[in-house]
């Protein structure tokens, strides 16, 4: 029985024979929901000050921020944006790719730097770029612009796979760690299969760093590895969050078309990505990468996928981080994560929140939904599993972004184009 | 009644119903939320690496719908699009395509 199922069953026995006994399946349909922003385009990432001053990237126009007061200044615009403060006309979308990930620095009341996650066609051929700005006093323009890390690859042309077009794959995510005060930045594999193993190439990894982009100093790579790599051999990690009670990063990643994972993170660990052809019991795939493979535009057994092609391979890397969460074995486009933190959400304090965009390919479920995932308190196993009820008016979309809001709310962000707020 | 009206009235009935479901753009609104709306959003403008429906002319989305329907690899989304085609009619392509042409700017 899956962890799911099992807690559906146990919901209903908690509702009713102990209907007022809390239970981790709590019924949050008295969430309070205020639709924070709307009509926005494939709105991808919030970071917050702690007033509730929120930036916020779409993906094919830029970065501006909420101010407390409901105006919102448009900073920084992508190229064809208009009506914003400046623009950078190196920045660019396609697909997949464009503006991701925004962070505030820690210092930022001192400092007032930002980070955002773009991609740029600076360089031939064109990367993924994680720009430091700084943001006016008045909060109208962003300026001081500079790449901190300009070589994240990115896709260029299509290939013969799902999804297949340029910008595949850029994961996107960019967080400080509060406990070691480091940054991290997410990357994804490009389909290209020498990525995720590749010691130099920095797709499919975790990046650790400091804030002017050089690698933090205990990152523990293996020999011959880029410095700043703090875990490498994902596939693409959209979501990352570090556990309340011992800062251990924990990345929420894509499975191909199986196998969406929660991995507890390892300084220099493998999470054991490898899409090569002619290995692992593979022969050639598709313009040479294996990531849907076999039988990659049908549908089938998601379990006879995993075993061809796994997304942790523990036989040929019996080292790799195991996953904690497989979405039993399914593949729904889980995207970002978050912890809850605070008495308000009772049962759910300290709980994993992660959102789930949703992709129903040969008989796969839709999926789209948020689920709570309750840890043990040493935040390396996974207790319990529940999809969080959505209050009246709020309908489930693609959760691209969950954010904890410093006023405790869970901010999360879909790709139809609106930021909601969800108050316990 | 004779069997020959009968005929006649049951076969203008069907015509009737042919007419009143092709072009229907509420129809169309049903299906599109059904099978479409999860990847290219509510208001078809695309959403991630889905792309954007909304501004497309009629004759381009049907000829898509039709080639996606027979199977035939069209984009990288084919895997996707192919089984959610397969069992559309021809007046559910011109229902969804009606509703898609109704909220274009």
């Known amino acids: 029985m899956s962890n799911r199922t099992k807690t559906w069953m146990v919901s209903c026995v908690v509702g009713t024979a102990m209907a007022a006994m809390p239970a981790f399946a709590q019924n949050t349909t008295s969430l309070k929901h205020t639709l924070v922003l709307e009509d926005l385009e494939n709105p991808w990432d919030m970071a917050f000050l702690d007033d509730g001053t929120m930036f916020f990237t779409e993906k094919c126009k830029g970065l501006s921020v909420l101010m407390p007061s409901g105006d919102v200044n448009a900073l920084l615009g992508m190229t064809g944006s208009s009506g914003y403060a400046s623009t950078e006309d190196d920045l660019f979308c396609e697909g997949q790719a464009g503006m991701m990930g925004v962070a505030v620095d820690p210092d930022f009341a001192n400092n007032r730097i930002i980070y955002v996650y773009s991609t740029s066609k600076k360089s031939d051929p064109h990367t993924n770029r994680l720009m430091r700005l700084k943001v006016g006093d008045d909060f109208k323009s962003v300026g001081d612009r500079t790449d901190i890390v300009d070589d994240v690859p990115y896709k260029m042309a299509a290939s013969d796979h799902p999804f297949g077009g340029p910008g595949a794959h850029n994961g996107g995510r960019v967080r400080f760690n509060p406990a070691d005060g480091y940054l991290y930045l997410t990357t994804g594999d490009n389909h290209n299969e020498e990525v995720p193993q590749s010691p130099t190439l920095m797709g499919s990894k975790v990046l650790r760093m400091n804030a002017d982009g050089t690698a933090a100093a205990d990152n523990t790579p293996p020999d011959g590895f880029d410095k700043r790599t703090y875990t490498y051999g994902h596939r693409n990690v959209q979501g990352i969050a570090f556990h309340p009670g011992t800062g251990t990063p924990i990345t929420a990643e894509h499975g191909p078309w199986h196998s969406d994972e929660i991995t507890v993170l390892v300084n220099g660990g493998n999470a054991g990505w490898d899409p090569r052809p002619n290995m692992a019991g593979r022969g050639d795939c598709p313009d040479g990468y294996c990531g849907y493979s076999p039988n990659q535009m049908d549908g089938m057994n998601r379990y006879e996928r995993a075993a061809f092609m796994p997304m942790t391979d523990l036989e040929t890397y019996p080292d790799a981080m195991p996953p904690i969460w497989d979405n039993d074995g399914w593949s729904q486009g889980t995207s970002s994560a978050a912890f809850l933190e605070g008495d308000a959400w009772g049962k759910w304090d300290g709980a994993m929140v992660v959102g789930i965009m949703g992709i129903g390919f040969g008989g796969t479920p839709l999926g789209q939904r948020i689920d709570v995932i309750e840890l043990s308190e040493d935040g390396t196993e996974v207790v319990d599993v529940t999809e969080m009820t959505l209050p009246e008016g709020m309908e489930p979309g693609r959760f691209r972004s969950v954010v904890l809001g410093p006023d405790g709310s869970l901010y999360t962000a879909v790709d139809e184009g609106m930021i909601h707020k969800l108050t316990p | ?105």
Request: glycine share 8%; with cysteine.
């Open chain 2, 1 to 105: 009644m004779s069997k020959g009206l009968f005929v006649s009235i049951a076969a203008l009935a069907m015509v009737s119903a042919t007419q009143v479901g092709a072009q229907d753009a509420d129809v169309g609104e049903k299906l599109y939320k059904k099978s479409c709306r999860s990847c290219h959003g509510p208001t078809a403008k695309g959403m991630a690496s889905f792309p954007k429906l909304a501004g497309n002319t009629e004759d381009y989305l049907v000829e898509r719908l039709n080639k996606y329907r027979a199977g035939e690899k069209v984009g990288p989304n084919t895997a996707l699009m192919v089984p959610r085609a397969k069992n559309l009619s021809d007046d559910d392509i011109t229902n969804i395509v009606t509703f898609i042409v109704s909220i274009s700017p």
